[in-house]
């Protein structure tokens, strides 16, 4: 075989009681979606490939010859994981973009359990059984062992990208230059530093957002020495066989229990809805050219998730032939909540006022099965992890109706849900 020659084998073990959480390890892959029951967790690398962007993954994967070895016949398919940045420069010095295929996943999922072992290259039946006893021995030994919980701490800031000032200055040129009608909408963000007085431990914080927002995808990248953990509630694209769907997730407000009418205004916000408009119809674009049967429901719903609630609507289609999941993944990324629109101007502008994305922030992580099902979620509710250190970001959607101080606000006020969940890990 040659080294892009990929063997993988199934096996379904007992299943596992209750939520299952990643545990603590260097070289850690996770996805949950806690909602669901459903739990990839995956130790070690049989395959992995550094790409020069979202592109070239659909490529990479193509280009693995890859068997299967069911050994119950559960159905159960082997995943590669791949995930890559917004575009352009990283700050963090992530790799612009990532294929992974672990040495072994545990899949808990809707009362199925199995264990997924891969290799790559030249083994014989014995070095892969000693290999795989290693492996699974790793995660169930690293699996065993209890994370304690910690009392919150408090954080400190130590900088951040642009300055309060330069973000609102930020925003009036933006909202100049949708006067001038160059573009209809850009996403400014802002990201910060923040120090611990212990070391922030991944799986930790994962436990702490599994149980804040148990509908999002909950996912952890390992890098070395550092971790990448988001509680995303926007999910990019999802399909199983033919079947595709994909959230539009724009227009923010804070999420208050004891204001029954918040909700109410934030349905019926012009500057909300325009704002979200804007996301629903180019995804309704993208779905129009590789979707048949295309589903738009005609009015955004609510999603709540903590402290803050969204206008939300979730499109979905039926592949045409020729398409595939990761067609669309790239086809939909970078979508308007993240970039703008129209997505060159945009992109022009953001880099015009010095807008820069660090650690994959709006970039997109997911997973992908051997038959092309999968998953892909925006990079969005996200912490870098560096020992005491941690890298955190969020932005506004900003349309002609913006005001700096309120887009200053939301962005303080997103960014206060990964603040708040870090100094519990």
Known sequence: MSGADLFSATLTVPELDGVLLPPSLPDLWSWLRPGDG????????????????????????????????????SGGEPVAFLGHGFG???????????????????????????????????????????????????????????????????????????SPDTFRRRVRTATDSIAAGRVEKIVLSRRITVAAPRLFRPERLVRELAARHPSCAIFTVGFGGRTLVAASPERLVACTGRQVDSYALAGTAPSDPADPFLGGRLLSGAKDRHEHRLVVGWISSVFNELCDNVQVPSEPRLMILGQLEHLWTPIAGTLKPGAGFLQAAQALHPTPAVAGLPLAEARTLLDELGESRSGWYTGAFGWVDRTGDGEMAVVLRCALLDGDRAEVAAGAGIVAASDPESEFTETELKLRTMLDTLRSA
């Open 38 to 73: 459903l739990a990839l967790i995956a130790s070690g690398t049989a395959f992995e490939k550094v790409c020069s962007g979202p592109e070239a993954l659909d490529e990479a994967l193509r280009g693995l010859d890859w068997t299967h070895l069911d050994l119950d016949e």
């Open 88 to 162: 352009g420069p990283d700050p963090s010095g992530l790799p612009p973009a990532l294929l992974r295929v672990p040495r072994l996943m545990l899949r808990n999922y809707k009362g199925r359990c199995d264990l997924v072992f891969s290799h790559a290259g030249v083994a014989t039946a014995d070095e892969l059984h000693a290999l795989w006893i290693k492996e699974a021995e790793r995660l169930l030994d690293a699996l065993g062992r209890p994370v304690p919980p910690a009392s919150p701490v408090n954080l400190i800031r130590l900088n951040e990208m642009p």
